[in-house]
């Protein structure tokens, strides 16, 4: 998959691996933003206990 990505992006490797950073940053924003606040709250954590009596 990485080799197939190295190949579709254009221009001089310098330019690729700039790229390859804006996008590995618009996947962890987009993570951050949408759907790591989806799971959680999926998950209901605050019900969680441990050691009870």
């Known amino acids: 998959m990485y080799a ?3 190949r ?3 221009g ?3 330019v690729r691996i700039i790229l390859i950073l804006i996008l ?12 790591y606040p989806w799971i959680d709250g999926m998950l ?3 019900e969680a206990t441990v050691g009870g009596p």
Do not use: D, K, M, R
């Not at 590995?24 to 759907?35: D, G, S």
């Open 8 to 10: 579709v992006l254009p």
């Open 12 to 14: 001089p490797i310098w």
């Open 4 to 6: 197939v990505l190295w």
């Open 44 to 46: 209901n954590s605050q």
């Open 24 to 35: 590995l940053l618009a996947v962890l924003a987009v993570l951050a933003t949408w759907v």
